[in-house]
């Protein structure tokens, strides 16, 4: 069963960057659909960015298109998201998910596997 943990969130100044990592462990992600999403406090979940398992950018929603991008290192069994030009309302937990290729959906399917979810704050 694949476990996922996210790290490089934290504090960050309205229009500054950032970059997240999730790394993969008991199981390659290689022939996973992987993706990034956030819940800021009082909203719901929503998807950020899902990249396809060769890498292909399935989605990126639209209030981080241009800013965000999503990538994959299949080798190192890892996903990574670069934020830049963040905002305040960015504000959320980011957790990296995975759901196997033959059975993702993308952008409202269910995905199997999270990671515990890293906070990244932006201040005005």
């Known amino acids: 069963q694949v476990q996922l943990k996210e790290s490089g969130g934290g504090l960050v100044q309205a229009g500054g960057s950032m970059g997240l990592s999730c790394a993969a462990s008991r199981g390659t992600i290689s022939s996973y659909v992987v993706a990034w999403f956030r819940q800021a406090p009082m909203k719901e979940r929503e998807l950020v960015a899902a990249?396809?398992?060769?890498?292909?950018?399935?989605y990126v929603a639209s209030n981080v298109k241009g800013r965000f991008t999503i990538s994959r290192n299949n080798a190192l069994n890892q996903l990574y998201l670069q934020m830049s030009s963040l905002k305040p309302e960015d504000t959320a937990v980011y957790y990296c998910?995975?759901?196997?290729?033959?059975?993702?959906?993308?952008?409202?399917?269910?995905?199997?596997?999270w990671g515990q979810g890293t906070q990244v704050t932006v201040s005005s």
């Open positions: 998910a995975a759901q196997h290729e033959t059975k993702a959906t993308v952008p409202n399917g269910r995905f199997a596997y």
């Open positions: 990249i396809s398992s060769l890498g292909r950018t399935l």
